[in-house]
Protein backbone atom coordinates (compact mmCIF):
# COMPACT_ATOMS: atom_id res chain seq x y z
CA UNK A 1 0.00 0.00 0.00
CA UNK A 2 1.27 3.47 -0.89
CA UNK A 3 0.31 6.05 1.83
CA UNK A 4 -0.31 9.55 1.04
CA UNK A 5 2.06 11.62 3.73
CA UNK A 6 1.19 15.45 4.22
CA UNK A 7 3.40 17.34 6.41
CA UNK A 8 1.03 20.53 8.26
CA UNK A 9 2.21 23.66 10.03
CA UNK A 10 5.56 24.70 8.14
CA UNK A 11 6.52 27.88 8.67
CA UNK A 12 10.05 28.14 7.52
CA UNK A 13 12.72 27.34 4.58
CA UNK A 14 14.08 24.55 6.53
CA UNK A 15 10.89 23.05 7.46
CA UNK A 16 9.64 23.19 3.85
CA UNK A 17 13.19 21.26 2.71
CA UNK A 18 12.62 18.58 5.18
CA UNK A 19 9.35 17.61 3.96
CA UNK A 20 9.86 18.20 0.84
CA UNK A 21 13.53 15.84 0.94
CA UNK A 22 12.01 13.28 2.80
CA UNK A 23 9.30 12.61 0.16
CA UNK A 24 5.83 14.93 1.20
CA UNK A 25 3.38 14.38 -1.06
CA UNK A 26 1.74 17.63 0.52
CA UNK A 27 2.42 20.46 2.96
CA UNK A 28 -0.05 22.63 4.98
CA UNK A 29 0.29 25.98 5.74
CA UNK A 30 -1.91 27.23 9.09
CA UNK A 31 -3.82 30.05 8.58
CA UNK A 32 -6.01 29.77 11.42
CA UNK A 33 -4.96 30.90 15.06
CA UNK A 34 -1.96 29.09 16.03
CA UNK A 35 2.02 28.90 17.02
CA UNK A 36 2.25 27.84 13.23
CA UNK A 37 0.25 30.73 11.63
CA UNK A 38 1.81 32.31 8.68
CA UNK A 39 0.40 35.29 6.50
CA UNK A 40 -0.61 34.43 2.69
CA UNK A 41 2.26 36.47 1.82
CA UNK A 42 4.69 34.12 3.77
CA UNK A 43 3.54 30.80 2.55
CA UNK A 44 3.77 31.79 -1.08
CA UNK A 45 7.45 33.15 -0.41
CA UNK A 46 7.81 29.21 1.42
CA UNK A 47 6.83 27.54 -1.87
CA UNK A 48 8.43 30.03 -4.55
CA UNK A 49 10.67 27.08 -5.25
CA UNK A 50 8.33 23.94 -4.62
CA UNK A 51 7.93 21.55 -7.22
CA UNK A 52 4.91 21.68 -8.32
CA UNK A 53 3.85 18.11 -7.86
CA UNK A 54 4.37 18.93 -4.06
CA UNK A 55 0.34 19.88 -3.27
CA UNK A 56 -0.11 23.23 -1.28
CA UNK A 57 -2.61 23.37 1.70
CA UNK A 58 -3.58 26.07 3.30
CA UNK A 59 -4.92 25.14 6.51
CA UNK A 60 -8.03 27.26 8.26
CA UNK A 61 -10.55 26.98 10.31
CA UNK A 62 -13.93 28.77 10.34
CA UNK A 63 -12.52 31.23 7.65
CA UNK A 64 -14.46 34.13 6.75
CA UNK A 65 -15.15 34.95 3.11
CA UNK A 66 -12.97 37.35 3.48
CA UNK A 67 -10.18 35.86 5.08
CA UNK A 68 -10.32 32.72 2.36
CA UNK A 69 -10.23 35.38 -0.67
CA UNK A 70 -6.97 36.51 0.51
CA UNK A 71 -5.22 33.54 1.04
CA UNK A 72 -7.05 32.26 -2.02
CA UNK A 73 -5.35 35.22 -3.73
CA UNK A 74 -1.86 35.79 -2.36
CA UNK A 75 -0.99 32.12 -2.08
CA UNK A 76 -3.20 30.59 -4.11
CA UNK A 77 -2.99 27.38 -2.91
CA UNK A 78 -3.81 24.05 -4.47
CA UNK A 79 -6.37 22.71 -1.82
CA UNK A 80 -8.18 24.13 1.47
CA UNK A 81 -8.44 22.27 4.19
CA UNK A 82 -11.28 23.71 6.96
CA UNK A 83 -13.75 21.56 8.88
CA UNK A 84 -16.39 20.48 6.83
CA UNK A 85 -18.77 22.85 7.92
CA UNK A 86 -17.28 26.07 6.59
CA UNK A 87 -17.36 24.69 3.03
CA UNK A 88 -20.88 25.79 2.98
CA UNK A 89 -20.23 29.70 3.85
CA UNK A 90 -16.95 30.18 1.46
CA UNK A 91 -17.11 30.53 -2.04
CA UNK A 92 -14.37 27.86 -3.44
CA UNK A 93 -13.84 27.54 -7.04
CA UNK A 94 -13.80 24.75 -9.05
CA UNK A 95 -9.93 25.06 -9.05
CA UNK A 96 -9.06 24.07 -5.65
CA UNK A 97 -8.86 21.04 -4.30
CA UNK A 98 -11.16 20.64 -0.73
CA UNK A 99 -9.91 18.60 2.33
CA UNK A 100 -13.15 18.40 4.25
CA UNK A 101 -11.85 17.95 8.33
CA UNK A 102 -14.27 15.67 10.40
CA UNK A 103 -12.92 15.83 13.84
CA UNK A 104 -13.68 12.02 16.13
CA UNK A 105 -17.40 12.04 14.10
CA UNK A 106 -18.94 9.80 11.45
CA UNK A 107 -19.44 10.86 8.28
CA UNK A 108 -22.69 12.44 6.93
CA UNK A 109 -23.41 10.32 3.82
CA UNK A 110 -23.28 13.53 1.96
CA UNK A 111 -19.71 13.46 1.43
CA UNK A 112 -18.22 13.22 -1.81
CA UNK A 113 -15.48 10.61 -3.37
CA UNK A 114 -12.58 12.90 -2.35
CA UNK A 115 -10.01 13.27 0.07
CA UNK A 116 -11.24 13.81 3.64
CA UNK A 117 -9.39 14.59 6.59
CA UNK A 118 -10.28 12.93 10.15
CA UNK A 119 -8.31 14.14 13.00
CA UNK A 120 -9.33 14.72 16.62
CA UNK A 121 -11.43 17.16 18.41
CA UNK A 122 -8.35 19.57 18.71
CA UNK A 123 -6.09 20.48 16.29
CA UNK A 124 -2.35 20.35 16.72
CA UNK A 125 -2.29 19.52 20.24
CA UNK A 126 -0.70 16.11 19.88
CA UNK A 127 -4.23 14.44 20.98
CA UNK A 128 -5.34 10.62 18.85
CA UNK A 129 -8.20 10.28 16.59
CA UNK A 130 -10.40 7.82 17.63
CA UNK A 131 -8.53 4.89 15.13
CA UNK A 132 -11.66 2.20 15.53
CA UNK A 133 -13.65 4.74 14.23
CA UNK A 134 -11.09 5.85 11.72
CA UNK A 135 -11.03 2.20 10.40
CA UNK A 136 -14.30 2.16 9.65
CA UNK A 137 -15.20 4.95 7.68
CA UNK A 138 -11.26 4.12 5.76
CA UNK A 139 -13.03 1.36 3.94
CA UNK A 140 -13.25 2.47 0.58
CA UNK A 141 -12.62 6.00 1.43
CA UNK A 142 -9.21 8.33 0.52
CA UNK A 143 -9.64 8.99 4.33
CA UNK A 144 -6.00 10.89 5.83
CA UNK A 145 -5.68 10.27 9.04
CA UNK A 146 -4.30 13.42 11.54
CA UNK A 147 -4.04 14.12 14.96
CA UNK A 148 -1.16 12.62 17.59
CA UNK A 149 0.83 10.93 15.00
CA UNK A 150 4.41 10.22 15.82
CA UNK A 151 7.34 8.64 14.19
CA UNK A 152 6.75 6.09 17.24
CA UNK A 153 3.26 5.39 16.60
CA UNK A 154 2.52 6.07 13.14
CA UNK A 155 2.83 2.22 11.72
CA UNK A 156 0.65 1.20 14.76
CA UNK A 157 -1.58 3.85 12.87
CA UNK A 158 -1.79 3.06 9.60
CA UNK A 159 -1.80 -1.13 10.45
CA UNK A 160 -5.00 -0.38 12.67
CA UNK A 161 -6.91 2.37 10.27
CA UNK A 162 -5.02 1.31 6.64
CA UNK A 163 -6.16 5.12 5.60
CA UNK A 164 -5.36 6.37 1.95
CA UNK A 165 -3.01 9.33 4.02
CA UNK A 166 -1.55 9.98 7.13
CA UNK A 167 -0.89 14.34 8.46
CA UNK A 168 1.28 15.01 10.94
CA UNK A 169 2.45 18.40 12.96
CA UNK A 170 3.06 18.14 16.30
CA UNK A 171 4.58 14.82 15.96
CA UNK A 172 7.47 15.97 14.19
CA UNK A 173 8.06 19.15 16.45
CA UNK A 174 11.36 19.52 18.84
CA UNK A 175 9.17 22.37 20.47
CA UNK A 176 5.60 23.80 20.00
CA UNK A 177 5.71 25.17 16.17
CA UNK A 178 9.15 24.32 15.44
CA UNK A 179 9.50 21.42 13.23
CA UNK A 180 12.55 19.17 13.62
CA UNK A 181 14.15 17.58 10.11
CA UNK A 182 15.35 14.31 12.55
CA UNK A 183 12.02 13.92 13.43
CA UNK A 184 10.48 14.24 9.85
CA UNK A 185 12.69 12.20 8.37
CA UNK A 186 12.14 9.63 11.23
CA UNK A 187 8.46 9.65 10.85
CA UNK A 188 8.91 9.20 7.30
CA UNK A 189 10.98 6.23 7.46
CA UNK A 190 7.94 4.72 9.44
CA UNK A 191 5.57 5.20 6.95
CA UNK A 192 7.30 3.42 5.12
CA UNK A 193 8.30 0.77 6.85
CA UNK A 194 4.82 0.54 7.55
CA UNK A 195 3.71 0.34 3.83
CA UNK A 196 5.89 -2.62 3.15
CA UNK A 197 4.63 -4.51 6.40
CA UNK A 198 0.95 -4.15 5.18
CA UNK A 199 1.60 -4.10 1.49
CA UNK A 200 -1.19 -5.93 0.51
Given at each position: ????????????????????????????????????????????????????????????????????????????????????????????????????V?????L??T???????????V??????????????????????????????????????????????????????????????????????????????
Amino acid sequence: MRVFVKICGLSTPGAVSAAVTAGADAIGFVFAESPRRVTPKRARELCQDLSPVVIRVAVMRHPSAKEWRAVAEQFEPDWLQTDAGDFAGIDVAESFGRLPVYRDSPLPGTVGDGPVLFEAAVSGQGALADWQMAARLARGRQLVLAGGLTPDNVGEAIATVRPWGVDVSSGVESKRGVKDPGRIAAFFQAVREAEQANAD
